[in-house]
């Protein structure tokens, strides 16, 4: 069964689609970007056609996965992964693909979208996020949103050279609610 549509002011989290292939393809890869989820700038290769269409394969196998839409146009994903219904629990990644939209507070309403719906509609009572310590922008993201730095994991991630540090963050549901968004 695919993930419900989610609109929000700007920002539309839908189930992806074959034709999200062809843009992701065309929006490429970019060190910049790649660089916030630990790959190093020179391991950064060009994303194929064959290679998107495999991305939205998995996404559309993914039960609980949607495509970004920003004002219309395809922007990245965002998805719960390790559901855990008897714990109430999962966690969360997202991804903006596109350099020109990073910024902006669309990551920022896209989780709250999906926050509305796994606190909501799923029931969940927690959801835990890690993020790279030098990733200060989705670290803003996630914490207009509500979630709490929780702990550090130091030296996880051997990037561009040197060791970074891994931040995990956590937001129960009734935080979440009573920030009101």
Not at 28 to 44: F, P, Q, R, S, T
Not at 85 to 108: H, V, W, Y
Request: proline share 4%; with cysteine.
């Amino acid at each position: 069964m695919p993930s419900p549509i989610l609109e929000g002011r700007n920002v539309r989290l839908r189930p992806p689609s074959a034709a999200d292939a062809e843009v992701r393809a065309a929006l490429g890869n970019h060190a910049e970007i790649a660089e916030m989820y630990g790959v190093n700038k020179e391991d950064v290769k060009p994303i194929t056609r064959e290679g998107a269409t495999a991305w939205v394969q998995w996404l559309t196998n993914h039960p609980h996965a949607w495509v970004i839409e920003i004002n219309g146009v395809f922007a990245g994903e965002i998805r719960l992964d390790n559901v855990n219904s008897q714990d109430r629990r999962a966690t969360m990644a997202l991804g903006i693909n596109n350099p020109a939209l990073l910024g902006k507070g669309f990551g920022t309403e896209a989780i709250t979208l999906l926050l509305n719906h796994a606190f909501g509609d799923m029931g969940l009572h927690r959801i835990g996020i890690r993020v790279l310590a030098y990733n200060k922008r989705a670290i803003r993201a996630y914490e207009k949103c509500g979630f709490v730095v929780e702990g550090r994991e130091r030296e996880t991630a051997y990037v561009n050279g040197s060791w970074h540090d891994d931040i995990m963050m956590g937001l129960l549901d009734h935080e979440f609610s009573a920030k009101g968004l």
